[in-house]
């Protein structure tokens, strides 16, 4: 039977840092903690030269044989909102940009080829990443024909002047790109780090905080992810590890809401559910957690780094024989405030009562409350309808009521 290991923390942890116990058998599999990955690049960096010509062409047309590629125009006038966008035979996965502010997405595999964008002025920069790296996914992949926008029945425009742009998946591609330490990258991105193994150890990297994408493992492709099928780790084999420092690289389509990753010693799979919001809280997509607030009084959290998110959960714990009063949740970031919060709603919870919903934690009225029954879990789950940068979280109670201790999760 294989031995299962855990790693140490030491102070050295505190920076990133994972410190490896010193005995390991051959063929044990092993844990590591959360570490974060601080070197980062985005895919717009460092671009190859666009492919030949001006018109749509699919990705393996641009060169290369497997990965994705970026299209690119300047639309020609101002498009509203009430546009529907027109992909004519699309294969694979398109994140869409407008001047480098992603917009919308949509996924062929799904059977979708149209979207609604936010309106375009004239001259903004259009740009369409195209995931083609899904092994299943059959050429021409990509886009394969033409892009246009319907404004009225019989008024299709075609966007013309396309310049394809690959984006290879091999390890010198990959390697070359432009790391720094900035701030996470928005859209498509690569992230580097390093974490410890003894010799012959095998590890199961934790991808629950990611979404689409591949990983090197010191400089060869350790496979592609896809967390959406529920299964959310890739086997790192032992042909792939090497005793004490292994570097990682991991390229991710929409990058996740924090760049830290974790290894488990055995595979995790999650059940599918109908929507993100009906997903069961990871604890790997936990930000922060405490005590919580006895007196009554607010709680204020400062997380350890800027979370760039969607949703965010809080849940408490502990409160299996009373109600939990929580008048309502602040986030502080750039962008947020009170127009933004409009965008706000209600995802999943673990209940509510008739007169106090959990749409009362996020309705800006502190004179009302969602009251969370009784439960070991009171969780509320708050879409905050676009992409967020979260630096700080405010919990409000209703008056005079305590708050038990919490965890803040992104996703």
């Given at each position: 039977m294989k031995?299962?290991?855990?790693?140490?923390?030491?102070?050295?942890?505190?920076?990133g840092a994972a410190v490896l116990l010193p005995v390991a058998a051959k063929g044990d599999t092993v844990s590591v903690p959360e570490f974060r990955l601080r070197q980062m690049a985005s895919v717009w960096d460092r671009?190859?030269?666009?492919?030949?010509?001006?018109?749509?062409?699919?990705?393996?047309?641009?060169g290369i044989d497997r990965g994705g590629a970026i299209y690119r125009t300047r639309v020609r006038r101002a498009i509203p909102?009430?546009?529907?966008?027109i992909i004519d035979e699309p294969n694979g996965r398109l994140l869409f940009f407008a001047d480098g502010v992603p917009v919308g997405e949509i996924d062929s595999r799904k059977g979708v080829k149209s979207i609604k964008l936010p309106p375009m002025p004239e001259l903004a920069v259009m740009e369409i990443y195209a995931d083609a790296s899904d092994p299943t996914l059959t050429e021409p992949k990509g886009i394969t024909r033409s892009v246009s926008y319907v404004q009225a029945p019989g008024d299709t425009t075609v966007v013309a002047d396309w310049r394809v742009i690959p984006v290879p998946m091999d390890f010198a591609f990959v390697s070359s790109r432009a790391y720094g330490e900035d701030a996470l990258p928005e859209g498509p991105?690569?992230?580097?780090g390093s974490f410890t193994l003894p010799e012959g150890a095998s590890t199961f990297l934790n991808l629950s905080k990611w979404n689409r994408g591949t990983v090197w493992l010191n400089g060869r492709e350790a496979g592609s992810f896809d967390t959406s099928g529920g299964v959310k780790t890739l086997h790192l084999t032992e042909d792939l590890?090497?005793?004490?420092?292994?570097?990682?690289?991991?390229?991710?389509?929409?990058?996740?809401?924090?760049?830290?990753?974790s290894c488990s010693d055995r595979e995790i799979v999650s059940s599918a559910s109908a929507g993100r919001g009906a997903r069961s809280l990871d604890p790997d997509m936990?930000?922060?957690?405490?005590?919580?607030?006895?007196?009554?009084?607010?709680?204020?959290?400062?997380?350890?780094f800027p979370v760039s998110t969607r949703y965010i959960a809080v849940e408490f714990t502990g409160r299996a024989d009373a109600e939990t009063a929580l008048a309502e949740v602040k986030a502080i970031g750039p962008g947020i405030n009170s127009e933004s919060r409009r965008l706000w709603k209600v995802s999943g919870m673990s209940g509510e009562t008739p007169d106090n919903p959990a749409s009362d934690a996020i309705d800006s009225d502190t004179a009302t409350a969602w009251h969370a029954p009784a439960s070991?879990?009171?969780?509320?789950?708050?879409?905050?309808?676009?992409?967020?940068?979260?630096?700080?979280?405010?919990?409000?109670?209703?008056?005079?009521?305590?708050?038990?201790?919490?965890?803040?999760?992104?996703?």
């Open positions: 031995t299962k290991l855990i790693y140490n923390l030491t102070a050295a942890s505190l920076i671009l190859p030269q666009p492919a030949p010509g001006d018109s749509i062409m699919p990705v393996e047309q641009t909102d009430s546009a529907t966008w991105a690569y992230y580097k590890t090497t005793a004490g420092e292994n570097s990682l690289i991991i390229f991710d389509i929409k990058g996740p809401a924090v760049a830290r990753v936990i930000v922060a957690e405490g005590e919580g607030s006895a007196g009554g009084s607010p709680v204020e959290i400062t997380l350890p070991p879990s009171q969780w509320l789950i708050i879409d905050l309808g676009t992409q967020c940068s979260i630096t700080d979280l405010v919990l409000i109670p209703a008056a005079a009521s305590p708050l038990p201790a919490y965890r803040i999760y992104a996703f």
